[in-house]
């Protein structure tokens, strides 16, 4: 262990003093928050009003799980880390891919940098998507509760996680799936006790449910207790999100979608171009693959042409050249297509209307992925005295606000 500062990525970072725990709550639209301390039903959260630190922070778009996980843990956008969707399409190889792998990391963790120099460590996730992504390099506790059955001591630095937490492995979709996160986080604080943890939790009922309902304030209020558990334990909490979280729908509950794919086989022929969605995971049921931001790939004397027609559609909040993009969103230029597109708060952009499985949607759909979801909670239990008021946050500055800020 040593006390000089750690420095990863160009930012230093100081030696953890007291367990830092950081979560990351999939979903979590600061709403979701604010109407559930409205509601009673946050009272850790609401009583550190005074004693805490609250913040608003910029999520990185595409407001999407991997880009901002992986932002959060390296302290830096993806022009730096690489990871800039779920899924992708890879030039190198010539197929869509999805981006949950290793290889696709282009810098290490601050996780890793601090467990390479003594510190110890966790990582826990709700799905296993993640898990491989986080725990790159890392030498310490590194699992996911989606797979909280098969882990071991070899692959995952800890075995028996089921007997430590005492719960059963929940669905992956449910929002046990996120307790089960919070739930191991205090056990392994009782025990291992690490300096430095990640939680990330997954925004199934985020998905479903919108701030201040019934289902939203039940999670929160889950979600309360267990942050009270970890400050109970002596932990710097901090909190932040992802990305946040919209009805994408009209007031009949439809969803409003922009099939890409289908007007630009319309206009240019079929096969000519190529949408991805860097959202598409292999999780879809809650979302159906629609979000708010999407890429194109064109022909070269298409672009500009294209990318006025598509700016033109209503719903379309935004569309980007890649060089314009790569450098407004801090995205790998090699891995984004020739045009970009966000959509407006309530639509989403989809693909071939064909290519959509949206059966397993049960309830009007909720998404993100675009500007309208780039502000997130970043909240502590520890003060912090001195921030520059101007400072314009982002999610990623979790470990630096952690580590460097908070007392
Ligand atoms: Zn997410």
Known sequence: MSAAPL??????????????????VDGC?????????????????????????????????????????????????PSVHGICGNYFWDRESGAEVMMNDARFLRTGTILAALS??????????AKDKLRSLLGHRLQGICFSAEKAREV????????????????????????????????????????????????STTDYVQHKAAPGT???????????????????LGAIVVLTADHGMNAKTDAFGRPNIIYLQDL????????????????????????????????AYLPAERIAEAGRRLAALPGVEL?????????????PADRIGDLVMVSERLTVLGSAKAKHDLSGLDAPLRSHGGLSEQRVPLISNARADGLPADRRWRNFDAFDLALNHLS
């Open 152 to 199: 071991t001591r070899a692959a995952n630095g800890i075995d028996d996680v089921l007997g430590l937490v005492g719960m059963p492995v929940p669905e992956v979709y449910s929002a046990a799936l996120s307790e089960f996160v919070f739930a191991a986080g205090v056990k392994l604080l009782q025990t291992a006790r690490p300096d430095v943890m990640y939680l």
């Open 29 to 77: 639209e600061p709403d979701y928050l604010n109407q559930a301390v409205l509601a009673g039903a946050a009272p850790f959260l609401a009583g550190l009003n005074g004693r805490g630190t609250c913040l608003t922070a910029d999520c990185v778009v595409p407001s999407f799980t991997n880009p901002n996980n992986l932002s959060i843990v390296t302290g830096v956008p």
């Open 116 to 125: 390479h120099r003594g510190a110890k460590v966790a990582a826990v996730t």
């Open 319 to 331: 569309v980007l050249s890649r060089e314009e993009a790569s450098a407004r969103f801090e995205l």
């Open 214 to 232: 019934p289902a939203a304030n039940a999670f929160c209020a889950m979600m309360d207790r267990y942050l009270g558990e970890l400050d109970r």
């Open 264 to 295: 630009l086989d319309a206009w240019y022929g079929a096969g000519s171009t190529r949408v991805i969605l860097p959202i598409t995971d292999p999780y879809v049921a809650h979302h159906g693959a629609l979000g708010s931001f999407a890429t």
């Open 7 to 24: 420095s990863v990525n160009g930012r230093d970072y100081r030696w953890p003093e007291r367990p830092i725990v950081v979560v990351c």
